[in-house]
Nanobody, 127 residues
Framework: QVQLVESGGGLVQAGGSLRLSCAAS????????MGWFRQAPGKEREFVAA????????YYGNSAKGRFTISRDNTKNTVFLQMNSLKPEDTAAYYC????????????????????WGQGTQVTVSS
């Protein structure tokens, strides 16, 4: 039902910035919260950030606080992740995902609460 396509990944030097985008199909995008996760080789999937259906609430994992900003444009069915002050440890494949619950009153970080996932976009931060 839902297709999510990430873009914006690439190679950046430590201290630099990158802006990821996730484009969603369908007319119900604005009903659902969205999240960003990442996974590096040999590591478990890690929660990065989430935003509620209307954009009124955001929530960040510890590694993202103060450096990353999640936002969305419901008129364009797109969610963004602005990443600043990037570190080599931010190197990972980044995935966007859709909250399974419509109009949830907040954000969730549990990956099991997301039902659709994009294919991922690679972010590589060099030192």
């Amino acid at each position: 039902q839902v297709q999510l396509v990430e873009s914006g990944g690439g190679l950046v030097q430590a201290g630099g910035s990158l802006r990821l985008s996730c484009a969603a199909s369908g007319r119900t995008f604005s009903r659902y919260g969205m999240g960003w996760f990442r996974q590096a080789p040999g590591k478990e999937r890690e929660f990065v950030a989430a935003i509620s259906w209307g954009g009124g609430s955001t929530y960040y994992g510890n590694s993202a606080k103060g450096r990353f900003t999640i936002s969305r444009d419901n008129t364009k069915n797109t969610v963004f992740l602005q990443m600043n002050s990037l570190k080599p440890e931010d190197t990972a494949a980044y995935y966007c995902a859709k909250d399974r619950v419509a109009f949830r009153g907040g954000c969730v970080e549990d990956a099991n609460e997301y039902d659709y996932w994009g294919q991922g976009t690679q972010v590589t931060v060099s030192s």
